[in-house]
């Protein structure tokens, strides 16, 4: 959710730091600041909104020169979006300024500890009680990384954290513990930040902090330990982009450029997965075949879009391997008590890596003895590094939190799981895996095909700005299609849309169709299950019967649906499971489109945070 951004080096770190939230405010927020070390004091400023607001603030008041400092753009948990309850937070001597990701879940009987102690805290936040502790703890500690460590060992929750002390120059000290942290190793400059691309511009040098993990900064270096205060290991690694491809290229919104980008990164996601003998290869997968030949049932855990790509994963799965799969809610999982073992193997999918209700679902499922393979993104993310394997998608950045090309390359990355269980287990002949994996490398092609016909589509969306209600339907995985097209609406255009499986609109939904209603009907090729186009087409029949206005996505050449489409959006033809990786696209531009003309930010929906790192 929130940006955090540290630095210190010989830069002015008040530029270093607000370019850096810049950089971060896909992530959501509601309020910034930012505190620097500055003539042996801290100076700061602080302001309710968004990043502008607090830019015009050092504008008319600037504060003064410093090369060391912290800032954050914060998403409201405890207490309003206000200036008082902005980050950073000080002591109530000002000592020391604390900026914070996550959620302290004893922070009330650690405020009325505080007050007990005479210390007046002044926001209604859980973070301001880490910068009164943290000043104790170096009033007899006189170090600020042992403070931290002394301070961590208190805090129940999760927090990513991040501090400066004025009696201690030159250094920036971080926490993690279930919420991401990043160290850029830049020279004679070191960075921290919530995501690489805070600092992407200056350093593509990057070291992940692991769990319950404290990092001290200096202008040379970083020294990781635990919460124990012991040495600990760390993660290195290069990022393998660069900031071009965090910016906008020409375009008015991430999410365009998102949209745009798919075709490359849907070609990315299959790079170096098959040799020359045909055999598929996965990313770091450390579960022995012979352990995934002795699976019995796959699970499929994820939150929000990730969650709409795994129950096409499903049918998938189940049509390669023959074995069960089932689709959880990764929030819901580990409430339900599910049965799981060591025959189990979870497959979890997060862009992030650090998506928390996905990671908490994660642990669970290895706490009863399942093997987990991760879906991510994000190199070096806290998923896959605590999973058994994972299958990196390499999408690169995607900024706009309503997510397009994850959720293409989640569904590539899908399949690819699907025909190595396949070529495992043997249930799939290598020419049958060879098959479908040609078809795979013709979706690029095809995704830039319907990119180049979107004119109507946007047409289209412009037309319906008015409405309030625009309803989905599909059936078999164009029901996971439909599910992801209202959501993108609900997400962009703040609308009422819902995703329906169409046999059940004469359980229920039916009732909702009235004159001139938007039906989006995602419409199965009439080639193979020919029996789920016809079934369809008479459901579209019905909607329009009742006055619909049906808007009909359908392959080239079906013509069944010609009659009965008011708006007819033609797709590529392509293999029934492989549609949803062309039929969402046009879905995508829809609400990109309908919610602009609504007078909506895109990138930035309200509410939102790009990577979800609370319950």
């Given at each position: 959710?929130?940006?955090?951004?540290?630095?210190?080096?010989?830069?002015s770190?008040?530029?270093?730091?607000?370019?850096g939230?810049?950089?971060?405010?896909?992530?959501g927020?509601?309020?910034?600041?930012?505190?620097?070390?500055?003539?042996?004091?801290?100076?700061?400023a602080?302001k309710?909104?968004?990043?502008?607001?607090?830019?015009?603030e050092?504008?008319?008041?600037?504060?003064?020169?410093?090369?060391t400092?912290?800032?954050?753009?914060?998403?409201?948990?405890?207490?309003g979006?206000?200036?008082?309850?902005?980050?950073?937070h000080?002591?109530?001597?000002?000592?020391?300024?604390?900026?914070?990701n996550?959620?302290?879940?004893?922070?009330a009987?650690?405020?009325?500890?505080?007050?007990?102690?005479?210390?007046e805290?002044?926001?209604?936040?859980?973070?301001?009680?880490?910068?009164?502790?943290l000043?104790?703890?170096?009033?007899?500690?006189?170090?600020?990384?042992?403070?931290?460590?002394?301070?961590?060992?208190?805090?129940?929750?999760?927090f990513?954290?991040v501090a400066?002390?004025?009696?201690?120059?030159?250094?920036?000290?971080?926490?993690?513990?279930?919420?991401?942290?990043?160290?850029?190793?830049?020279?004679?400059?070191?960075?921290?930040?919530?995501?690489?691309?805070?600092?992407?511009?200056?350093t593509?040098?990057?070291?992940?902090?692991?769990?319950?993990?404290?990092?001290?900064?200096?202008?040379?270096g970083?020294?990781v330990?635990?919460?124990?205060?012991?040495?600990a290991?760390?993660?290195a690694?290069?990022?393998?982009w660069?900031?071009?491809?965090?910016?906008?290229?020409?375009?008015?919104s991430?999410?365009?450029k998102?949209?745009?980008?798919?075709?490359k990164?849907?070609a990315?996601t299959?790079?170096?997965?098959?040799?020359a003998?045909g055999?598929l290869?996965?990313?770091?997968?450390?579960?022995?075949p012979s352990?995934l030949?002795?699976?019995?049932?796959?699970?499929?855990?994820?939150?929000?879009?990730?969650?709409?790509?795994?129950?096409?994963?499903?049918?998938?799965?189940?049509?390669?391997t023959?074995?069960?799969c089932?689709?959880?809610?990764?929030?819901?999982f580990?409430?339900?008590?599910?049965?799981l073992?060591r025959?189990?193997?979870?497959?979890?999918?997060?862009?992030s890596?650090?998506?928390?209700?996905?990671?908490?679902?994660?642990?669970?499922?290895r706490?009863?003895?399942?093997?987990?393979?991760?879906?991510c993104?994000?190199?070096?993310s806290?998923?896959?590094?605590?999973?058994?394997a994972?299958?990196y998608?390499?999408?690169?950045?995607?900024v706009?939190?309503a997510?397009?090309?994850?959720f293409?390359t989640?569904?590539?990355?899908?399949?690819?799981?699907?025909?190595?269980?396949?070529?495992?287990?043997?249930?799939?002949?290598?020419?049958?895996i060879?098959?479908?994996?040609?078809q795979?490398?013709?979706?690029?092609?095809?995704v830039e095909?319907v990119?180049?016909?979107?004119?109507?589509v946007r047409?289209l969306?412009?037309s319906l700005?008015?409405?309030?209600?625009?309803?989905f339907v599909?059936?078999?995985?164009?029901?996971?299609v439909?599910?992801e097209?209202?959501?993108?609406?609900?997400?962009?255009?703040?609308m009422?849309?819902?995703?329906?499986?169409?046999?059940?609109?004469?359980?229920g939904?039916?009732?909702?169709i009235?004159?001139g209603?938007?039906?989006?009907?995602?419409?199965?090729?009439?080639?193979?299950?020919?029996?789920?186009?016809?079934k369809?087409?008479?459901?579209?029949?019905?909607?329009?019967?009742?006055g619909?206005?049906?808007?009909?996505?359908?392959e080239e050449?079906?013509?069944?649906?010609?009659?009965?489409?008011?708006?007819?959006?033609?797709?590529?033809a392509?293999?029934?499971?492989?549609?949803?990786?062309?039929?969402?696209?046009p879905?995508?531009?829809f609400?990109?489109?309908?919610?602009t003309?609504?007078?909506?930010?895109?990138?930035?929906?309200?509410?939102?945070?790009k990577s979800?790192?609370?319950?």
């Open positions: 959710m929130c940006g955090i951004v540290g630095y210190v080096g010989g830069q770190a008040q530029d270093v730091v607000v370019a939230l810049k950089r971060l405010e896909y992530r927020y509601d309020s910034a600041g930012v505190a620097v070390l500055a003539d042996g004091g801290l100076a700061g602080k309710a909104g968004k990043l502008l607001n607090l830019e015009k050092l504008k008319d008041r600037p504060l003064p020169a410093g090369n400092g912290v800032g954050h753009t914060r998403w409201a948990t405890h207490g979006p206000t200036d008082v309850n902005a980050h950073p000080l002591d109530n001597a000002g000592r020391v300024a604390v900026v914070h996550g959620i302290i879940e004893n922070f009987a650690l405020r009325e500890e505080l007050a007990g102690r005479g210390h805290l002044a926001s209604e936040t859980d973070t301001e009680v880490v910068a009164h502790l000043a104790e703890a170096y009033s007899s500690a006189g170090d600020l990384a042992e403070a931290m460590r002394q301070v961590c060992r208190r805090l129940h929750g999760a990513t954290l400066v002390h004025a009696d201690a120059p030159d250094t920036v000290v971080g926490a993690r513990r279930n919420s991401p942290l990043v160290v850029g190793v830049g020279d004679g400059e070191m960075f921290l930040a919530s995501d690489v691309a805070a600092f992407i511009a200056h593509r040098d990057a070291i992940e902090l692991g769990q319950d993990q404290v990092v001290e900064l200096s202008r040379d970083a020294t330990t635990g919460f124990d205060g012991l040495p290991d760390v993660h690694y290069h990022v393998d660069d900031a071009s491809a965090a910016e906008k290229g020409g375009y008015a991430f999410m365009l998102e949209i745009a980008d798919q075709p990164a849907v990315d299959l790079l170096g997965r098959i040799d003998s055999t290869h996965l990313d770091e997968v450390r579960i022995p352990e030949r002795e699976v019995d049932k796959v699970v499929i855990i994820a939150c929000g879009t990730a969650f709409h790509a795994g129950m096409i994963a499903k049918y998938a799965i189940e049509h390669v023959r074995l069960p089932e689709t959880e809610l990764a929030s819901e580990r409430y339900r008590d599910p049965i073992d025959h189990t193997l979870v497959v979890a999918i997060s862009q890596g650090e998506t928390m209700d996905t990671l908490m679902a994660v642990r669970h499922a706490e009863q003895g399942a093997k987990v393979l991760a879906i993104n994000t190199n070096g806290t998923i896959p590094r605590e999973s058994d994972v299958l998608t390499h999408a690169g950045p995607e706009a939190v997510s397009t090309k994850a293409l989640q569904l590539v990355a899908c399949y690819l799981v699907a025909l190595y269980l396949g070529q495992i287990r043997g249930t799939k002949w290598g020419d049958e060879r098959t479908v994996v040609r795979l490398s013709e979706v690029p092609r095809q095909q990119l180049g016909t979107m004119e109507p047409a969306a412009r700005a008015d409405r309030d209600t625009v309803l599909g059936r078999h995985v164009g029901y996971p439909a599910l097209g209202a959501l993108k609406l609900k997400e962009l255009a703040y009422h849309a819902e995703g329906f499986a169409a046999g059940e609109l004469k359980h939904p039916i009732a909702l009235d004159e209603l938007p039906v989006v009907v995602i419409v199965p090729s009439p080639r193979g299950r020919s029996v789920l186009h016809d369809i087409v008479s459901n579209i029949q019905e909607i329009r019967a009742r619909a206005r049906t808007v009909v996505i359908a050449g079906d013509e069944a649906v010609v009659p009965y489409a008011d708006h007819l959006i033609r797709i590529p392509t293999p029934t499971l492989l549609q949803p990786l062309v039929a969402t696209v879905l995508q531009v609400a990109c489109e309908l919610a003309a609504r007078g909506n930010e895109v990138d930035q929906p309200r509410n939102l945070a979800v790192t609370v319950e």
